[in-house]
């Protein structure tokens, strides 16, 4: 029993490649969900960086404290990093000296900033910089500007030298550079975390959706064999009812044979005895009718005995030729065109020539009953890959659609005086010869034949 192609469930490189795709759709959404989780983690360290050097700015300007000594600046500095996500802090002059710093120990704090050009823009830059002792930290750098000369610093100025007894030293409007660094470990746990959770719960929807595939393949299998199974045991009825008809018709046909042939053997002498045209007439219509019933019995035994093929090498061409000349009387009494059309170079196939010429012969009987008077019959050969294709097409009347599915089918036909056992005989030859035969019925009908070949 051959399954449908079209109704075959998918293999497994079809659940693998489905699985592929699923993994890579929930890959690609997890790692969304990562960069978009890592980026909301650098932007509330950014806004926590520049919170902090804004606050640290406000505490100079309140203190005046950069007019101070090294170690009072230095103060500052150390208070703010008792903060604990505050690694270090550093400041640096334009010439990239560092003036203070406080927090881990820190070598070329620097080097990734041009400090010249630098400390005449506004802007913040952020790196992620791994550290031996600290694991992943985010430096924020930016331009430290706490005293700026204008009509407010002039109001600053006045009260430290009412206060102060002295100027505030010009040099304490100098920019500098403030680099803090932000330890990342808990952030970076949270991160961890929630990386952990997208993982279990992409493998989580990866294994379910394998699976639900896997259990529709498997679904689909199962009514797919159910299926087949049900038509194996409908075919197999039938095929044992075949074989109860066959062996039936073999016992009452040989019963019948030799009867027939003395029957048949009177009317041909009757029918030399009279001298009546009318009875004579009656003797020839007799005999007709005996070779007509003669010719049903034949394809009833053809069709039930087991038959053993005579396999040689020959050419389809030849077969043709053969048949085409054995009905030569029926085609030119109604006046038919014979097309041939066959390829040249054809290699030879292995068949049985008596077995073959019956089948071409049935489909050119069947041919020549459906077209009319001076109707045209198309008969080609052409090599496909693996094997050969024979058609055998005419422009008869066709076959009615319901109709088409079933004339291969033992003892169905339409014709009044038809047996059924023609194309079902044809059928069998064909797939005795791992063969397949199909039919086609639009303007006229086609039968085509594809047979395995053997190149010589």
């Not at 051959?2 to 993994?23: C, D, E, H, M």
């Not at 053997?265 to 003797?283: E, L, M």
């Not at 043709?320 to 030569?328: C, P």
């Amino acid at each position: 029993m051959k399954l449908n192609r079209k109704n075959v469930p998918l293999p497994a490189i079809a659940i693998v490649a489905s699985a592929f795709i699923i993994a890579l759709l929930i890959t690609g959404l997890s790692y969304r969900d990562i960069k978009t989780e890592e980026k909301r983690v650098t932007d509330v360290l950014y806004r926590e960086g520049i919170t902090l050097i804004r606050s640290l700015e406000a505490g100079i300007r309140t203190g005046m404290m950069m007019e101070a000594k090294r170690e009072q600046l230095q103060l500052q500095l150390e208070e703010t990093t008792h903060e604990p996500d505050i690694a270090y802090i550093l400041l640096l002059d334009e010439h990239g000296e560092i003036i203070a710093k406080t927090g881990a120990e820190q070598t070329n704090p620097y080097e990734w900033i041009n400090t010249k050009e630098f400390i005449k823009t506004d802007e913040a830059i952020t790196r992620i910089k791994d550290n031996s002792k600290l694991g992943k930290v985010f430096e924020i750098a930016k331009a430290f500007k706490p005293l700026r000369q204008g009509q407010r610093m002039r109001g600053m100025m006045d009260m430290h030298r009412r206060l102060m007894g002295r100027d505030m030293p010009s040099e304490i409007f100098n920019d500098r550079i403030i680099i803090i660094g932000l330890r990342m470990a808990e952030l970076e746990q949270i991160q961890k975390g929630e990386r952990k959770r997208t993982n279990i719960i992409a493998l989580t929807l990866l294994i379910l959706a394998t699976g639900a595939i896997y259990f529709v393949f498997l679904l689909q299998n199962y009514y797919l064999v159910n299926t087949a199974l049900e038509e194996m045991k409908e075919k197999v009825r039938k095929t044992e009812g075949f074989v109860a008809v066959g062996r039936i018709a073999a016992s009452i046909a040989h019963e019948i044979r030799n009867p027939l042939s003395s029957i048949k053997g009177f009317a041909q002498y009757f029918k030399s005895r009279f001298k009546a045209k009318k009875d004579a007439a009656y003797a020839d219509i007799m005999i007709k009718e005996i070779d007509r019933l003669n010719r049903v019995i034949t394809e009833l035994l053809d069709y039930a005995k087991p038959a053993e093929l005579n396999l040689k090498k020959q050419r389809l061409e030849d077969i043709i030729s053969y048949s085409i000349k054995l009905l030569e009387s029926d085609i030119k009494g109604k006046g038919i065109n014979i097309k041939e059309e066959h390829e040249d170079n054809l290699p030879t196939v292995l068949i049985d020539k008596d077995q073959m010429t019956q089948a071409v012969l049935n489909i050119l009987l069947n041919s020549i009953e459906a077209v009319d008077k001076n109707g045209e019959i198309r008969i080609g050969i052409r090599q496909i890959k693996d094997g050969l294709q024979l058609s055998i097409a005419d422009n008869g009347k066709g076959i009615a659609k319901e109709n088409v599915e079933k004339i291969f089918e033992p003892f169905f036909t339409t014709k009044k005086s038809g047996t059924g056992i023609g194309l079902a005989l044809v059928k069998k030859i064909i797939d005795m010869h791992n063969g397949k035969i199909t039919v086609e019925s639009k303007e006229g009908t086609r039968f085509v034949i594809r047979l395995p070949i053997h190149i010589t």
